[in-house]
């Protein structure tokens, strides 16, 4: 255990060493600064040429929303018509056939919005045409989407009163010509060089150590496992994720995957503050959430390590922790891989998380439910600013003085907003969760009803946490399942379609409006008086409100399902 320990700890370490530098990268692509990457401008142009996008056009916050909801429109009417008709079109060497239109349309939303929630194998529900032009596809557009949302943000508290933010198809361009190819190539090749397939083969026949003839899936996988970690997503292009392994080979890409998914929503805290020129509150927010993954990070390790009681008891202590664990990896990658993949709003697995311990099940929903500790690409701090409005709104109640963030005002409408948006992440899953449980038990009349109880493989709390961490993931743009839940089924394709839009543009559409309300606002210079935000004392009291806010909405669905199992298992 002791060296597995120095293995999560050297992934945490070498996250950081390589965000830091990233982090100044990114402030100077999107100021537009020099970089090494320079030579990519007549690519660039060529690109904006091509489109009809004037580069040195200023937008508006609601036009950067107009144009990221109707690219994202476009982009959802392709997907869901190549993956209807996918088994009727070319690179299908294993003749796979298209998905019906409730799959399509909930796989084209999952994939639209960096959720990757798979009510599919990815050996058999997908084609390789389909792999490539719609996954792997979506998987760069939606994480840029995330960044170049990000980069307004940063553009409204860079200088002073303004209402010129940037253009989006620039911020979403560079963010996929700049960042997310660069690191895949590099990425990929790792892969590649370790032996995960990049190739059109079909599949293959092996002889198993038992004896037995099996056919192995293969294909361009490793182009594709690169992005779904680069870019936050987590789809696997086979069904067990990254605990296949020609998805993940060893611990060498097993290191590499893991801290793929983490630099770049880590660097977007540092690039944060070098564009705005305040690097202390930048590590301020670094290690608030630093600290929120270690107080679900630690529990989760111990859990995992104990392994089940039940095992314990006949005499299996040995065998007790590695259910559902990847051997070859051993418990700690595994219950760091749980957590970090969960904060950040990934979703690829290397364990099944239907087999954690109820502990560890309950930390990682909680950890989707919280969705601001580091968060998926771009968002994570989109949803954190969320909770910074709150808590200085909170803290100007306080001490008696109009609240005020980064030189501007905040009132009514900004709080409003804020609100609202706090509020609609648990409305989501817990309305969910409870229409679900109700449609369990009484949806014998319905004409798209399934067989009462053909959806959990488990009764009781364990099954509701199955259930509970469906809609917890849908909503937080995750895409991790407890996997003992049958979702392949219309009524789960088309409720957490809904969630899945719901819960990732509505948090995108509620900070990019507050900030663009705030940088049109007349700029306040600090005085004696003024609230500051990159103090210790209000990283505690950001801390507190997004532990509050969570505690109070998902504490009695916890209760139901990984708490009451915990108490039920002893």
């Known amino acids: 255990m002791n060296t597995e320990m120095t293995g999560i700890i050297a992934c945490f370490l070498l996250t950081v060493i390589i965000a830091f530098p990233l982090g100044k ?3 100077k692509v999107f100021k537009g600064e020099k970089t090494f990457t320079d030579f990519l401008n007549p690519l660039e142009r060529f690109i904006f040429r091509f489109c009809g996008i004037d580069p040195k056009q200023e937008m508006s916050w609601k036009q950067h929303l107009v144009a990221l909801l109707s690219i994202n429109m476009i982009w959802f009417v392709y997907a869901f018509i190549i993956l209807i008709f996918q088994g009727n079109l070319f690179l299908n060497p294993d003749g796979n056939p298209g998905m019906s239109p409730d799959l399509s349309f909930n796989t084209a939303i999952s994939f639209l919005v960096n959720c990757n929630l798979q009510h599919y194998s990815g050996e058999t529900g997908l084609t390789y045409l389909s792999q490539l032009l719609v996954i792997a596809f979506l998987q760069f557009v939606s994480a840029a989407t995330g960044i170049a949302a990000v980069v307004v943000l940063f553009r409204a508290f860079a200088g002073k009163t303004t209402d010129q933010l940037g253009n989006f198809f620039v911020f979403f361009t560079k963010s996929i010509t700049r960042i997310l190819i660069p690191l895949s190539i590099l990425v ?3 892969l590649v060089f370790n032996g995960t397939p990049a190739s059109f083969d079909g599949k293959d026949s092996i002889v198993n150590l038992q004896g037995d003839s099996v056919q192995v899936s293969r294909g361009p996988a490793a182009g594709m496992i690169a992005i779904k970690h680069l870019g936050t997503n987590g789809g696997g292009w086979f069904g067990v994720n990254s605990a296949h392994p020609l998805e993940n080979p060893n611990y060498l890409t097993n290191m590499v995957e893991i801290i793929a998914q983490v630099i770049i929503p880590v660097a977007l805290i540092f690039a944060f503050g070098f564009f ?18 270690l107080v679900f990070m630690v529990p989760n390790i111990i859990s995992e390590a104990s392994g089940s009681p039940a095992l314990a008891s006949m005499n299996l202590a040995d065998k007790a922790a590695m259910e559902g664990k990847e051997v ?7 219950a760091y891989w749980q957590v970090m993949t969960t904060i950040i709003s990934t979703g690829s697995v290397n364990s099944m998380h239907d087999s954690s311990m109820p502990l560890s099940g309950g930390i990682q929903m909680l950890g989707m439910m919280t969705n601001s500790f580091y968060g998926g690409v771009g968002v994570g701090i989109l949803n954190y600013f969320i909770f910074i409005i709150i808590a200085v709104f909170i803290s100007g109640l306080m001490v008696g003085r109009t609240p005020e963030f980064m030189g501007r005002k905040i009132e009514a409408r900004e709080i409003k907003i804020a609100s609202l948006i706090a509020l609609l992440h648990p409305f989501l899953i817990l309305a969910g969760a409870a229409l679900s449980s109700y449609t369990l038990v009484n949806n014998g009349d319905a004409a798209w009803a399934v ?28 895409g991790s399942g407890f996997e003992g839940l049958g979702d392949g089924n219309f009524f789960w394709n088309v409720t957490t379609g ?7 543009f509505l948090p995108i559409i509620g900070p990019v409006a507050i900030a663009g309300l705030l940088a049109s606002k007349k700029f306040i210079p600090e005085s004696a008086g003024t609230l500051k935000t990159d103090t210790v004392t209000f990283g505690i009291m950001t801390y507190a409100v997004i532990m509050i806010i969570a505690a109070l909405a998902f504490f009695p669905a916890l209760t139901l399902g990984p708490i009451a199992e915990f108490f039920g298992m002893r």
């Open 451 to 478: 067989p009462p109880g053909s959806w959990l493989n488990n009764p009781g709390s364990h099954g509701f946490s199955e259930m509970l961490y469906e809609y917890t993931s849908a909503a937080a743009n995750n």
């Open 25 to 27: 990268y990114i402030a």
């Open 328 to 334: 070859r990896f051993g418990v700690a990658a595994s």
């Open 276 to 293: 705005i020129k305040r690097k202390k509150f930048a590590h301020i927010v670094f290690g608030v959430m630093t600290v929120g993954m």
């Open 498 to 504: 809904f969630v899945l839009i719901l819960g990732r």
């Open 188 to 190: 990929a090749t790792i």
